[in-house]
């Protein structure tokens, strides 16, 4: 037997990364996600909002496809739905292992602040 063939790849610890991060916020209430995070320089809510843009950011980066605004939506509570739908589109664009293991450490990152 292959000892790598039960280790997850990069879109696996991507995924469960992700998946991490929305258990821990998916039940947030607004003033939850307008409190600060724990370094005290911005809110929850637009540190997650930043992490979701950076991902899109790669996502068009390796499609060769200009960088688009994620649209801030009014409701905080919808950023755990855009989180998984941008890393989901940046799987699908099948980056380099590199550029999700990067995306996994940015999430993972992201968590421990919050």
């Known amino acids: 037997m292959n000892p790598t063939a039960t280790e997850p790849g990069p879109a696996a610890e991507l995924d469960r990364a992700v998946d991490l991060l929305v258990r821990q916020v998916?039940?947030?209430q607004p003033p939850r996600w307008a409190a600060l995070t724990v370094d005290g320089n911005v809110s929850r809510a637009d540190?997650?909002?930043?992490?979701?843009?950076?991902?899109?950011?790669l996502a068009a980066d390796v499609?060769?496809?200009?960088?688009?605004?994620?649209?801030?939506?009014?409701?905080?509570?919808?950023?755990p739905d855009q989180l998984?739908?941008?890393?989901?589109d940046l799987v699908a664009?099948?980056?380099?292992?590199?550029?999700?293991?990067?995306?996994?450490?940015?999430?993972?990152?992201t968590r421990t602040v919050l």
């Open 26 to 28: 998916g039940h947030w």
């Open 47 to 57: 540190l997650v909002h930043k992490l979701v843009q950076e991902l899109a950011n």
């Open 63 to 79: 499609e060769g496809q200009p960088r688009r605004t994620v649209p801030r939506l009014d409701n905080d509570l919808a950023l």
């Open 84 to 88: 998984r739908v941008v890393a989901a």
């Open 93 to 109: 664009t099948e980056p380099a292992p590199e550029a999700l293991t990067w995306a996994a450490a940015e999430v993972t990152a």
